[in-house]
């Protein structure tokens, strides 16, 4: 008790010189009472301010300030219009109402422990305009943002989560750094750096976001800041002494047909496969011998083709007739499992149509002390993939209370939700569904004349499997996971002005992921069955504490802000395992009813975080503004050498039109210009046991990624049993690297806010040049070295630099037209500057051409400048390993640059060839309302970009086992020499799948994202129904997409591969309604 | 509540929230530290690993069967598979085409792979000396034989990689990491020869003859046949074009030493099956001398150690399997089975007729008893139709297994499959394993090392009984080969050499041909025959005449070619070069 008594007496000593700072003048007393015009109640916390003195109301709203007749009070309140009276000699007990303020430079944003006026803002802070966004029927909010912030920037799938279950990516500023790039989240005042914890919010619960985009900006969230802030603020309970309900609702519409990559069909791939066999002076008729035959003319050197024979029959797996065998004379018994031959459209069998139900119900109430709000979520998505599906429960209860004249608020943001999803799969092989969607042969039929699945069983077949089948055995593989994520806070007030804040997040998951292996009948998937359940519980404990001193002295407006954040982690897995199960059904399927191998698995693991900081912000006369940040972090993740990193920031501001000389200006309403530089850590790149060598005994853990069957174990048969338990050993895991430090980037920005015409015009530009130094790289490790060496250690340095533009113009007429244009663009680039010579081959590029100076995404590889129309030219041409195999001696082939001038084609002729990363990336969104009615479009696109384009090796070249696209049918031939499609063979001597510019394309591109028309339903109508409003609208996604007409693939954003769920467009209807 | 006692509450908050210095340390869990490793268990624990580690592959970048780089590169087999370019890394090792040190295949796929997997028992073993030279005797009763067996582990390791780079970074355990990265290839051809065969040295001093209870552990006897091996591939001295310029004759006497104390020991014999060596319960018989060890149902994560390495080689058209048809027997080897009127082999290896049996498929009457005479190994080896298959008379072999058939033919390989129905086999995803041993030195290999000595020494009689010893066991027909009506699939005619009655001439010439021969037909499908070519010499005027001949059988070797002094080994992997800033000097010709 004596210590505490101690402790406290200092503290106000403390805070008694901070408290002495403010002075009261003695004179005649005006004082007065301040309400809210929008709730009537009163409003605490004012700034009432009058020559040189300065006062705040109290939790009643009331104020006293020394005045005398003809002196101008004037209040301020943030988010409030600032209010002039005029002081008179009768003035006493004066009642002064502020009306919500209209402009956004008055809005309120959560920037790092505190709020702030956005005028006041210093650094790159995007305020996401939560409006256009409400309504997506997205499975995260993120998802809705896509396009819509310059300098952030996200990339789905057209799953339901937007990455087949795990995180999409999304980047703030472009790629910094060469490991994550995972933003941080704040929600609610506890960082989380797990997307989920952010997916699983409902739009309509969040009352804010802001993106904080520089390191002046995020430094104060110190190490995990690096790639960016995302800060959320839930809603409230409201503060009108009324109840208010919300309800939103829509159901979607998905297609992917509108992006449906062309395949050939059955005869057509018999076609091109004669072609390629032609071409390479190979007897067609021996190609895929099992499949087709081919009616030709049998001159290699003007090749006819009369007919393509398909074999009637799949499935040539009779092993007891004698030959000759033959599948196109059909089955010889009744016991041959042949099935007749088809033309599978393998994207029309794998993708339907998908629906999505989004229900939000959100209710409020409260007073101006009290108040609760609670959302209630619900959203189903049944998979535009067959057998897929994602369904998601969410309730949140957010709640406070105030006491002790307001001096004191406690409260609570709690939400739990709860998802199950059912992902797209892989084949046995490791192929994914949607890929085999375009790939698997078409004479495969889907389902077999007795109505199980088809597959490719037979000579001639890939040894890929039925994608449907693959989903339906997939079926049971439910990942559900259950999150608990929020704070209980609160705040005290210790003296005027002095704020104590104190909160304790949980975030706790429980991932638990059921793997059935069911064994198909589409032919050789399993020989057994298996059903793996794998369990993850991860705790989070996050513990802040910060004081918040406020003082305005005359013109001067300071704030103070110290703190400690405490961050515990730990996660628990454990899995088990059975095979053999008699049933395959959803309830026969647990573990105990298995009779076969049974394996448990089980790891720990978790990290530790721990900070100080400090923030100092100062403005004068609301023109000059200064910060100053300091945050301390230390983790777990380095060795006690390099513990801890400090991070400091500062910035300037100058709001020009609060000049003098400015106020003439009339058409300025809002000039601010910003500067900042700052310092960010990284700690992402390590893993939870950092710079430690580890052994680990390894019984038996097959590789944890593809392909599971490379074992890895350190267990041996050494007794020649065969069987049994096996005697087991230790291996090198990890290697250590004590001397590792805090990868950090210094970030210099440079920001124009402006606002034109009574802010009609407003927009925003940002500059910075980010430099990252001691990247944290997984270096490559020397064969020689051996296993259990990855380590990681401070390899790169990287410069960024870029810039982002926000421009808006809103416009209302006196006929209720209302309209805004909003665009927003944005530019990166960046370039490795430093790195050491042995990491090298980390990256792309060869022993003559270093990464150094060139981006990280940087494409290296061959230069081709066309096509060979002779076989002359090819022999003419510098030496080209292969490329004159086959019949066509080199015609029709690529031909590939001697860039290095020694007449031949090998390993030293690549070069670089430009990177992926586009020039600009840009949005654009229109909003008309005209009385009950509005309407939106959105769009966004990429200019100025070379990317790989998925479809053109698949639809360029043959492939003797998969199917292929139909430029294959216009490919080069010697009666078809204009054709840019090399000539088709499957002997591929030529090399020409190696990487070349034959493969980066125009790939910049523009969407239509999103059209809503929305109609409100009239007050008064709404109202007889009891309603406060009632909107209902209808709204189409992801609708066309322009692209060069080099890019083949349908889809634009299909970037890179076809594992990728294709993006559907969607239909929407839905309904807003309040109570 | 009062307000003061909040204020007490607040202060106790500051002065918790200070935090304690203890809060950033965090014990990894599940694992243990290098320091931790130095008890005679963990030693022993790190041995057991290292031998975990010359085993864990799969087909990618195999370190334990040679078929894709020993079988295919060499007349006895194609790669096989769904197409041309299915998995076309092996089609250019194959063809020999567009070979270079980084563009064969995407990740670790190939040697560039086996590089790393075989560096990677390396380490393991060197970790397992390091702690054992820690230890004493005392300490530790087995310690020396342990150090023995990784002394043998990583000769086997060193032998793979020459056999496949030539030069390589050879080092041991007492080198550190800092250290190992700056040991270049550059040592002389021989002197890397000394170092494998010392590591065998150091066994066979330290090794007992046998290990009781222990078959999968390395003996003396194992080691003395290993180091036979290494002296054998040194007596044939090689220049840096690869041209064999000499043979060593003290080599080739160790050769004679280290093989006689094998023979000698009668620890190890022939099988009387052929059969034995390829089939599920016969695993560590007296004819394996070191195997890899495979299990199953050991409780291990995908149900097994199973060999992965030839699941690939399955057929895609048989019904019991689904996949991958790959390791395709050739006409060439199928041809050279056949044997004379004496039995003996109808070719010599030296001057091939390349004889095609009657039909492209083989009908009926290529090889039953009414057709040609072929030598019994045939049907062990090959897959032929309506032959049983891996000696189930109730699954005769179709051609309809394979999968491109009119590319590849329609053989199918045998030795290294097991039936679906064999305890011993497991489907793994598109896969298939089985724990059935791998052998990596046999009894029949000892004695043909031997006569192979014994003919470069100049004394072809001493090879003639060794010879004929691997013969005879061929000779006895396996009843396990029979068909359902209890009939032999083929003609079988196959005889010893008898100098004199049916072979005029025996000399070293002729003997030399024997042998080479013998071991084509023992070996066949094995992965032992390029290596074969390329020690004695002769790897391109023999691929060359195969190719030549083989491209009119099938078209897609048409431009199939090998270079002499290139194409015997495999390039230096270009990422292990930049990795180490070019440490490596790259092998002649890439």
Known sequence: MSLNKKLMKQLLTIFMVFVALTSFAQQKIVSGTVTSKTTGQPLAGVTVHLGKSTVTTDANGKFSIPATAGETINLSFIGMNNLNYKVTESSQDINLVMEEGASELNAVVVTGYKSERKVDLTGAVSVVNLTPVKNQVVSSPMLALQGRVPGLYIQTDGSPTGANGGAPTILVRGIGTLNSTNPLYIIDGVPTTKYEDLANLNTGSISSMQVLKDASAASIYGSRAANGVIIVTTKNGSSDDKVHIQLNSSITSQTEKPWQENVLNSEQRGEALWRAAVNDGTDPNSVVDQIYKFDWNGDYNNPVLNKVIIAPFVGATNNNQPPPYDPFTGPFSATDSLEPAASTNWQDALYKPATVIANDLALSAGNSRNGVMIDLGYYHNNGLIEFTNYKRYNARVNGHISTFKDRLKIGENFQLSQTSQINSTTDVGGASTPSLALTLAPTIPLYKTDGTYGGPRGAGYSDRNNPVDMQYLNRFNTRTELVLFGNAYLDLEIVKNLVFHTSVGFDYSDALAENAALIGDEGPVRSFNSLALQDAKEFTFTWSNTLNYNLIRDKSRLNVLIGTEAIKDNINAFGASNTNFALQTADYLQLSAGSGTQTTNGSATGYRLLSQFGKLFYSYSDRYLASVTVRRDGSSRFGANNQYGIFPAFTLGWRINNEDFFKNVKNVSNLKLRAGVGTVGNQQALSNTGPLTLFQPNYGTASPTYPQWLNIGTAYDLGGLNTGTLPSGFVQVQEGNPNLKWESSTETNLGLDFGFLNETITGSFDYFIKKTKDILIPPPIPGVLGEGQNTVVNGANMNDWGWEALLSYNHRTNSGLNFNITANASHFQNKITSIPDSYRSYFVGDANHSIVGHSPQSIFGYETNGIFQTSKEAQDAPFQPGAQDGALQGAGRLRYVDLNGNDTIDVNDQTWLGNTLPKLEYGLRIDIDYKNWDFSIFGSGVAGKTGFDPTKFFNDFVDQRNNFGPGTLNAWTPQNTGSGIPALSLLNHNGEDRNSNFYYVNASYFKIRNVTIGYNLPKSIASSIKMESLRIYVMGNNLIAFKSKEYTAKDPERANTFDLWPVPTSYTFGINVNF | ?590
């Open chain 2, 1 to 590: 509540m009062k307000y003061t006692s909040i204020k007490i509450l607040l202060a106790a908050v500051i002065v918790l929230s200070m935090g304690c210095k203890k809060y950033l340390d965090y014990k990894p869990q599940g694992a243990v530290s290098a320091s931790d490793l130095t008890s005679p268990t963990a030693a022993d624990g790190l041995a057991t690993a290292a031998y975990a580690g010359i085993a864990n592959d799969w087909w990618d970048a195999p370190i334990t069967s040679m078929w894709e780089y020993g079988s295919i590169r060499s007349d006895d087999a194609y790669k096989g598979g769904g197409a041309i370019g299915d998995q076309q890394q092996m089609d250019k090792y194959e063809q020999f085409y567009l070979v270079n040190s980084s563009n064969n295949g995407a990740g670790d796929f190939g040697f560039p792979g086996t590089w790393i997997r075989a560096y990677g028992a390396i380490s393991r073993i060197n970790n397992a000396l390091r702690a054992l030279n820690n230890l004493t005797d005392a300490d530790f009763p087995e310690r020396t034989t342990r150090i023995g067996e990784m002394h043998f582990l990583r000769g086997h390791m060193y032998f793979l990689l020459k056999d496949l780079f030539r030069n390589i970074p050879w080092f041991d355990e007492t080198l550190t990491n800092d250290e190992i990265v700056k040991v270049p290839n550059t040592m002389s051809n021989d002197s890397l020869w000394e170092k494998i065969a010392g590591d065998f040295q150091v066994a066979i001093n330290d090794l007992p003859e046998t290990q009781p209870g222990q078959p999968g552990r390395a003996n003396k006897l194992a080691a003395e046949a290993y180091l036979a091996k290494v002296r054998l591939y040194q007596a044939y001295t090689q220049d840096d074009g690869y041209n064999v310029t000499g043979i060593d004759q003290q080599k080739l006497q160790d050769v004679i030493t280290l093989t006689d104390d094998v023979i000698n020991s009668g620890v190890y014999a022939l099988n009387p099956d052929f059969a034995y060596d390829f089939l599920y319960g016969y695993d560590n018989s007296p004819e394996s001398i070191f195997a890899i060890q495979y299990s199953i149902n050991d409780g291990t994560a995908i149900g097994g150690r199973l060999g992965m390495s030839t699941s690939l080689n399955y057929f895609a058209g048989a019904p019991q399997y689904g996949c991958c048809a790959f390791h395709v027997p050739s006409q060439n080897l199928v041809n050279a089975f056949q044997t004379d009127s004496r039995g003996l082999p109808l070719d010599s290896i030296l001057n091939p007729t390349d004889k095609d049996f009657n039909d492209f498929y083989l009908g009926d009457n290529d090889l039953t008893p009414t057709g040609v005479t072929v030598d019994p190994r045939i049907d062990h080896t090959i897959g032929i139709q309506s032959h049983p298959f891996k000696y189930d008379a109730a699954i005769p072999y179709d051609h309809s297994w394979e999968r491109l058939a009119g590319t590849y033919g329609g053989f199918g390989t045998m030795k290294e499959l097991q039936l679906a129905s064999c305890p011993c086999f497991k489907k793994l995803g598109p896969f298939y394993g089985t724990s059935v041993n791998m052998d990596v030195i046999r009894y029949d290999d000892v004695l043909l090392m031997k006569a192979e000595a014994e003919i470069k020494l100049g004394d072809a009689n001493a090879a003639l009984p060794l010879i004929n010893q691997v013969r005879a066991r061929a000779a006895q027909i396996s009843p396990l080969v029979k068909k359902a009506d209890g009939t032999y699939p083929s003609n079988y005619k196959i005889d010893v050499y008898k100098p004199g009655v049916n072979i005029p001439v025996w000399n070293t010439t002729t003997a030399f041909e024997a042998l080479m021969w013998e071991r084509r037909m023992e070996f066949a499908m094995e992965g032992y025959r390029f290596f074969d070519l390329v020690r004695w010499g002769i790897a391109a005027p023999t691929l060359n005449a195969f190719f030549a001949k083989e491209k009119t059988r099938h078209a897609f070797l048409s431009s199939a070619q090998f270079t002499h002094g290139t194409h015997e080994y495999f390039p230096i992997p270009q990422e292990q070069i930049t990795v180490t800033n070019g440490l490596y000097t790259q092998n002649h010709g890439y």
